[in-house]
């Protein structure tokens, strides 16, 4: 699966950006779809991440009740709407494809994960 991302730029605190994720629809036998982050020294963390055949959502603790993840209609596009953004979601946003187990936060380890975007660049000042 190739994964394109795009959307990222600048945005002051409290700003919002939406962020999506063009998916090949060959090889498409992912089970879930996901947004990942990673701050400069820092390690990628899962924000947040979709069933692409039931849309289960689930969220990072960090991100609950400010972003939400959804699908396009064709279910080969992904998005990541963000809202009340804080310095602190500052980072290189990644879109991942797999079949992560979804039992004890599996779901938010990168090895789980078997296709991924390029990344998109998200700076909250």
């Known amino acids: 699966v190739q994964l394109v991302e795009s959307g990222g730029g600048s945005v002051q605190a409290g700003g919002s950006l939406r962020l999506s994720c063009a998916a090949s629809r060959d090889k498409y036998n992912r089970n879930s779809l996901a947004w990942f982050r990673q701050a400069p020294g820092k390690e990628r963390e899962g924000v947040a991440r979709?069933?692409?055949?039931?849309?289960?959502?689930l969220y990072a603790d960090s991100v609950k009740g400010r972003f939400t993840i959804s699908q396009g209609k064709a279910k080969n596009a992904l998005h990541l709407q963000m809202n009340s953004l804080e310095v602190e979601d500052t980072g290189m946003y990644f879109c991942a494809a797999g079949n992560p187990s979804l039992y004890h936060g599996s779901w938010k380890v990168p090895a789980e994960y078997d296709d991924w975007g390029q990344g998109t660049q998200v700076t909250v000042s």
């Open positions: 979709i069933g692409r055949f039931n849309s289960r959502t």
